[in-house]
C-alpha cells in the first residue's frame, strides 16, 4: 500500500492538485487493521478523471466510471486493491467531510503530508480519533440519515464489524428514522446484513437492532407478530426471543473447540466456510435459518378443543415466508433454496428423536431428502432444542440430544456423504456398460438401488465392489432383438 500511497501523492504534487485519503482508510489505519484493507477512497480538488487517467501511465489498473454524474472513478489494481476517486464538495476539505455519515469516517491526510501516515497531519473535525479511541459510533449529523436511509444499518454494522459501542444520540436518531429503512432497496439491506452475519456473536448485535435502534422489524415484519405468540406448555418466552437465542446456541456450537468429536467438528467448520453466493457463506445463512425457523409461527396458530395453542405447519408457512423475504431482499436462488429447506426440515431431527428412530432406514430417508443440508439442519434443531429446554430449566443436561445430533451426523459423515454422488464411484454409462442397459431412466433407479446398498453396507464403497454388485443383481441375456432384464 505505500508504493501506491506514494505513487498518488507524487502525481498529485506534479499536478499541482490537492489530493486527501479519506474515509475508512485512515480509521483502519488508526486501528492497526492495515491487513484488513482492500480499498482506498481519495478525494481530489478537481473532476478526477484527469487525474486518474494520468496515474493509470504510472500504476497498472483497470478505470471503471461508477457515476460520472458525480464524478466517481474507480482503479481496479491486479492484486485486487481498490482506488476510489471523487471530487470534493464544497471549498474545503472540511466542507466535504461535513457531508458524511459518522465521525469515524469523517476524516482526511493530505498527500503532501508525510508517509507512513503522522496522525498531526489528520484533518479530523468531527473529533474522529477521540471517537476511535473510545470505541464510539457517533453520527456527525441527523439529516445523513434521511439523505441515506441504509447508514441505519450501516451503524450497527460499523459497530459489529469494529466491536465498538454506540452514543445515546446516535441511537435516538437511529430510532427516530427507522421506518425510512423501508425505503431501501434490497440489495443494498443485504450486502450489510450480510456483513454483520459474518461476525461472531451475531445474536447480540440482531438484539442490539431489535430492541435499542427498532430497525430490525423494519427489514422483517413478521417480528412484531412473532412477539405476540410462542409462550406455551415448551416456550416460556415468545417465538422471537426464543429465535434470537437460538442463534446465540448455534453460534455458541459451531465457534466451540471440543463440542462435537473432532473429525465432526472439522466437518462443520469446513462446511460452515463454503462460499455459497459471493462473498455469503454457509455459516451466514445457518444463522438466519436459526434466526427464522419459527418465522410461520403466527400465520399457523391455532387453538384446539382442549384450548391448548397448537403452531402445525408452520414450517411451511415459514419456509414461504423466507422465500418472500429473499426474493425481496435479492438473495440469490440457491440462498433461498437453502433457507426454504432449513425452515421447512427444521423439525427432523426432533421428530426423529421423539420416535427413538435412527435405524437405517429412517436415517437414508432423511439423508436423502437433507442432501448437503444435513449437517446444517442438524446444528439449528440442536441449537432450537437447546434453547427451549435451557430457558425452562437452566440446569437440564442436553447430553441425549446432543448424543442423537452427533450419531446421525457421525452417519451422515462417514457412511452417506462419500455416496452422496454415487456418479463420483461410478457413473451411468459405466453401469449401461457393465449389464448391458440401454439407455433409460431405470439407469437411475439401478444407481439408486446401488447407493441404498452401499449405505446399508451390503456394498463396498468403490467402483470394484459396485461392478460385483451388479452383475449379481442386475444379470441379463440378450434376446436376439432387445436387451432384456431377467425378473
Not at 492497526?32 to 478523471?49: A, G, S, Y
Not at 459518522?102 to 484533518?123: C, G, L, N, R, V
Not at 442438524?378 to 437452566?394: E, H, M, Q
Request: net charge neutral; glycine share 6%; charged share 30%.
Amino acid at each position: 500500500m505505500d508504493r501506491i500511497i506514494n505513487t498518488i501523492a507524487g502525481k498529485a504534487k506534479e499536478r499541482g492538485e490537492s489530493c486527501y485519503l479519506v474515509g475508512g482508510t485512515l480509521r483502519d489505519l488508526l486501528l492497526n487493521r492495515d491487513l484488513l484493507i482492500q480499498d482506498l477512497d481519495f478525494v481530489t480538488e478537481k473532476d478526477p478523471k484527469d487525474f486518474v487517467e494520468s496515474l493509470l501511465t504510472v500504476l497498472e489498473g483497470k478505470l471503471i466510471p461508477i457515476d460520472k454524474g458525480n464524478r466517481l472513478y474507480r482503479v481496479r489494481l491486479p492484486d485486487g486493491l481498490i482506488l476510489d476517486f471523487t471530487q470534493r464538495e464544497g471549498e474545503s476539505i472540511e466542507e466535504d467531510l461535513k457531508k458524511r455519515d459518522f465521525t469515524i469516517s469523517a476524516m482526511a491526510y493530505p498527500m503532501d503530508a508525510p508517509w507512513p501516515m503522522e496522525k498531526e497531519y489528520i484533518i479530523d473535525p468531527f473529533k474522529g480519533q477521540q471517537d476511535i479511541e473510545k470505541r464510539r459510533i457517533r453520527h456527525i449529523r441527523e439529516e445523513a440519515f434521511v439523505e441515506d436511509p441504509l447508514r441505519l444499518i450501516r451503524a450497527p454494522r460499523l459497530m459489529c464489524q469494529l466491536r465498538f459501542n454506540m452514543g445515546e444520540e446516535t441511537i435516538k436518531v437511529i430510532r427516530k428514522h427507522a421506518h425510512r429503512l423501508t425505503e431501501v432497496a434490497g440489495e443494498r439491506i443485504t450486502q450489510e446484513l450480510f456483513l454483520i452475519l459474518q461476525q461472531d456473536k451475531t445474536y447480540h448485535f440482531l438484539t442490539f437492532m431489535d430492541k435499542k435502534l427498532n430497525i430490525l422489524n423494519k427489514i422483517f415484519p413478521e417480528i412484531e407478530e412473532m412477539r405476540d405468540i410462542g409462550e406455551c406448555k415448551y416456550h416460556v418466552v415468545d417465538s422471537w426471543t426464543h429465535s434470537v437465542y437460538t442463534v446465540k446456541v448455534a453460534e455458541s456450537v459451531i465457534y466451540a473447540q471440543g463440542y462435537f468429536e473432532d473429525h465432526i467438528r472439522e466437518a462443520y467448520e469446513e462446511h460452515a466456510r463454503e462460499k455459497i453466493s459471493g462473498n455469503h457463506r454457509r455459516i451466514d445463512l445457518i444463522k438466519l435459518g436459526a434466526l427464522f425457523h419459527d418465522i410461520g409461527k403466527p400465520s399457523a396458530k391455532k387453538v384446539d378443543p382442549t384450548g391448548r395453542t397448537r403452531f402445525r405447519g408452520h414450517e411451511i408457512t415459514g419456509a414461504e415466508l423466507v422465500k418472500e423475504y429473499g426474493e425481496r431482499l435479492k438473495w440469490s436462488k440457491r440462498e433461498i433454496a437453502l433457507l426454504y429447506k432449513y425452515v421447512a426440515q427444521h423439525m427432523i431431527p426432533l421428530v426423529l428423536y421423539k420416535k427413538n428412530d435412527v435405524s437405517g432406514k429412517a436415517l437414508y430417508q432423511f439423508f436423502s431428502e437433507a442432501g448437503k443440508e444435513t449437517l446444517d439442519l442438524l446444528l439449528i434443531a440442536l441449537a432450537d432444542i437447546v434453547s427451549t429446554r435451557k430457558l425452562l430449566d437452566p440446569h437440564e443436561e442436553m447430553g441425549m440430544f446432543k448424543i442423537h445430533v452427533e450419531y446421525i451426523a457421525n452417519n451422515y459423515i462417514t457412511r452417506y456423504r462419500p455416496i452422496e454422488n454415487i456418479t463420483n464411484i461410478i457413473t451411468g454409462r459405466e453401469v449401461m456398460e457393465a449389464v448391458n442397459l440401454p439407455e433409460s431412466t431405470f439407469v437411475g433407479e439401478v444407481l439408486e438401488d446401488l447407493k441404498k446398498a452401499m449405505f446399508y453396507g451390503q456394498v463396498p464403497q468403490h467402483k470394484e465392489g459396485a461392478l460385483k454388485y451388479l452383475r449379481k443383481h442386475y444379470p441379463l441375456k440378450d434376446s436376439g432383438k432387445k436387451t432384456i432384464r431377467e425378473p
